[in-house]
């Protein structure tokens, strides 16, 4: 039995994966990203360490557990930790410290199954590693937008914070205190601890008493980024860069003051692409930058900006994801009836797959039904039939699976005639 939260891909689902990762590559390539694959299982020090200990992911949702050799390892909830973790190992700070990577793959998170979160989904990431300028920034939200327009969805809505630097925050922590404390009697009982461990995530709580005391906060000021007054110029100015860059990239955007995103490691400028068929948990994708978080693992100060978007949610997104199902698995299916045909059957199976054709063909010897029945099933667009007298007369039937017509073609004529039919 699966275990719950987890899935098994397969048919119209595996070839939206596939269409989507298709589309990722395109994309990335666009912008100039490459490819890194982590492992999926690291030591659980690296993620307490990138994402913070007082995180509900490291505190609840991670799957860890105790290696033989007596290493707490843990399967990765997310994929920026491996990457800043990667980037130093392999020393890419010291011989190309300006990157661009990306990633695709499986995390894992012990979360409560509901729609769309599965504990083992999938996300497509980058990252841009060794730089502080506000046009990395613009240029991860252009090219998270890139993708999904790529993929053809619309209607997504880009939120856009600036939460300061890491000292920023600390200063602006002191005001939340000061407004929220002499109220905490009435705000829910986890917004009463977040006073304690992180102030910041009582903009997170979806409850409506603690939303109505955060929406009448004095400090949140309409189409201003969340802490106005605690900005240093330098931050005002990069957030200012980050909205013209993505003005000149044609990207609407929207100001979400009570945006602070749920890991600790965000600094600076944060975003999130919300889609209304989502629902209440309407993020398709997030990130933001980082500009600590190379440090906090060891490597030299070092700034960074990336983002995440998960597949699952992609998913829900598509528009007209039951295409997928129309497309051809195998493009062609050879059918045939008696033991001379069956062997030029799969001579020809050979020649055509050789060609560079998508041709399958029935082994077991059933009958003419019963081949044609998998044709139909494994959504072949063609049979090609072969009986004792097309074989005498050096031709063969091709069947349009679709429009059931039929016509007779030379068997030698048979690659150029079928690649013609693929066009
Ligand atoms: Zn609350």
Redesign the pocket.
């Known amino acids: 039995v699966r275990l719950k939260g987890t899935e098994d891909i397969f048919g119209p689902q595996a070839l939206c994966f596939d269409r989507i990762e298709t589309s990722a590559r395109a994309v990335f390539k666009i912008f100039g990203f490459e490819e890194l694959r982590t492992p999926y299982l690291e030591s659980k020090k690296l993620f307490t360490h990138a994402l913070g200990t007082g995180t509900d992911v490291v505190q609840k949702e991670m799957y860890e557990f105790l290696d033989k050799s007596g290493e707490v390892v843990a399967l990765r909830p997310e994929g920026t930790a491996g990457i800043v973790r990667a980037y130093l190992e392999n020393n890419f700070h010291k011989t190309q410290p300006f990157c661009r990577f990306f990633y695709l793959g499986p995390m894992f998170r012990r979360e409560r199954p509901q729609k769309g979160r599965l504990r083992q989904f999938h996300q497509i990431g980058a990252e841009i590693l060794g730089g502080e300028s506000p046009y990395s920034d613009a240029e991860a939200i252009h090219c998270l937008t890139a993708l999904l327009d790529h993929l053809g969805i619309s209607g997504y809505t880009v939120k856009l914070n600036m939460l300061g630097t890491m000292d920023e925050r600390q200063a602006f922590k002191k005001t939340l205190l000061d407004y929220f404390k002499p109220q905490a009697a009435a705000?829910?009982e986890?917004?009463q601890s977040?006073l304690e461990k992180n102030v910041y995530r009582?903009f997170d709580?979806k409850?409506e008493?603690?939303r109505a005391i955060v929406s009448r906060a004095p400090f949140l000021v309409p189409d201003a980024p969340l802490l106005p007054r605690e900005l240093s110029a330098r931050s005002h100015e990069h957030f200012d860069l980050v909205r013209k860059a993505l003005e000149k990239n044609g990207i609407s955007y929207r100001i979400e003051p009570t945006m602070v995103r749920g890991l600790d490691y965000y600094t600076r400028t944060v975003f999130e692409i919300t889609h209304p068929r989502l629902g209440a948990q309407d993020a398709l994708g997030a990130g933001g930058r980082y500009d600590k978080l190379v440090e906090s693992l060891g490597g030299p100060a070092t700034g960074a900006v990336g983002f995440a978007i998960g597949v699952e949610r992609l998913l829900l997104c598509l528009e007209a994801p039951e295409d997928a199902d129309k497309s051809f698995v195998n493009f062609f299916t050879i059918a045939t009836i008696g033991e001379a045909a069956f062997h030029e059957g799969f001579r020809l199976l050979s020649e055509l797959r050789t060609a560079g054709l998508a041709v399958a063909m029935d082994f077991q010897g059933k009958s003419m039904k019963s081949q044609m029945r998998l044709a139909d099933k494994m959504r072949s667009r063609y049979a090609i039939i072969l009986g004792d007298t097309e074989l005498t007369r050096k031709i063969f039937v091709l069947k349009n699976m679709e429009t059931g017509t039929q016509e007779e073609l030379p068997l030698t004529e048979a690659v150029s005639e079928l690649k013609k039919r693929t066009l």
């Open positions: 705000l829910c986890d917004c977040r009582v709580c409850k008493f603690c």
